[in-house]
């Protein structure tokens, strides 16, 4: 499990997150899945790329210290402010509310689609996420015959899933939570997929291999500070385990408990630029 594997490309946003807890918990941090997949990944030991566009006040985040093991290449740098996001989950976790203003991520198709294409036989993860139109990017990695995982977000995923439905056959592995996998049941023949991870919060993660349960596992029960991004620490980790060698039953166990830890752990504070 030591050879050398391909950089997993991850397109989509790296972000300003406000979170709210009604305990209080929370408060500003640096966001965005294409950000936590990334480091999920890195840190089990895949090179991976975020494919994302940077505003000004995000732009040295390249050289901030912890984040400098990311691979910065597939990154535009624009003039504007980064995607906020506002987030207000309940007591358990669950999200009640989100507001958004997607600033300079607003051309992250138009980038993710040229990187695509300067990249045909890359590996790519897509957050499926607003504002990329995800038909046009998942159509263009299947007619390049690219390999590719996709996730949603909850408040965008019914819209989301309808549009990438053509494509999720496709796809190697899709990541969704148990309200989502819903209204992909709605959307598509999950028995034509090949890989569906699906998370539950707390309880067991399932994989299902063309709808057969092929793996599940319990996430350790580490009590939970943050949960903004922890289904993409799950995704990257997973991601990450089976490029190097790892049975889905290993990468799952791996995966939740790496998402199991991140949620304990303090929140990603947004840097300041440094100075001179």
Not at 187 to 211: K, Q, S
């Amino acid at each position: 499990m030591g050879e050398t594997v391909e950089r997993l490309d991850v397109i989509g946003n790296i972000s300003r997150d406000l979170t709210r807890y009604p305990d209080h918990r929370g408060g500003s941090r640096l966001g965005g899945a294409a950000l936590f997949v990334s480091l999920a990944a890195t840190k089990s030991g895949r090179r991976a790329a975020p494919v994302c566009v940077l505003g000004n006040d995000l732009a040295h985040l390249p050289e901030t210290p912890g984040l400098d093991s990311l691979d910065w290449s597939a990154r535009l740098q624009a003039d504007g402010t980064s995607t906020t996001f506002d987030l207000e989950y309940d007591l358990q976790g669950e999200l009640m509310r989100v507001g958004t203003e997607y600033g300079v991520a607003e051309i992250l198709t138009e980038h993710a689609l040229g990187h695509v294409d300067a990249h045909p036989r890359a590996t790519f993860h897509v957050c499926c996420r607003r504002p990329l139109d995800v038909a046009a990017v998942l159509g263009r990695l299947t007619s390049n015959a690219a390999d590719f995982s996709v996730d949603f977000f909850l408040p965008s995923a019914e819209a989301m899933i309808r549009a990438a439905a053509p494509w999720l056959p496709k796809a190697t592995t899709l990541f969704l939570n148990t309200a989502e996998y819903r209204l992909l049941e709605q959307a598509i023949d999950c028995g034509t997929l090949p890989e569906v991870v699906i998370t539950d919060g707390p309880r067991a993660v399932v994989v299902r291999n063309f709808g057969r349960t092929s793996a599940s596992a319990v996430p350790p029960p580490y009590p939970a500070h943050e949960v903004s991004g922890a289904g993409d620490t799950l995704a990257g980790t997973f991601l990450a385990h089976r490029s190097r060698g790892a049975t889905t039953a290993q990468a799952l166990a791996e995966a939740t408990a790496a998402a199991a830890r991140y949620v304990a752990a303090p929140s990603l504070p947004i840097p300041a630029p440094r100075r001179g």
